[in-house]
């Protein structure tokens, strides 16, 4: 995934460039209530690591994000969360 630009906010949120959501590792994106899902997909041979990327919806800001090697497991669990902090 390419290098982006983080920054720390006062109330804990982290602000994520463009460079993350314009990446080549960008595979889908998820309109789930107030919250964008986005996945991005890295992978190695047989292998693979799977991100999703929390936004609020119509902004940049990033809620959180979730990482692992099982792509179903981590869209369920962003979904889950999205659902949850909606």
Not at 5 to 24: A, E, F, H, T
Not at 32 to 53: N, Y
Request: charged content about 25%.
């Amino acid at each position: 995934m390419p290098e982006s630009d983080k920054s720390l906010k006062s109330d804990g949120s982290i602000c994520v460039s463009q460079d993350v959501r314009n990446s080549p590792s960008f595979q889908c994106s998820i309109d789930h209530g107030h919250h964008v899902v986005e996945l991005h997909a890295s992978r190695s041979g047989d292998s693979g690591t799977f991100v999703t990327f929390i936004y609020e919806k119509d902004s940049e800001r990033l809620l959180r994000h979730v990482t692992g090697t099982d792509e179903d497991e981590v869209i369920l669990q962003s979904l889950a969360w999205s659902e949850k902090n909606s």
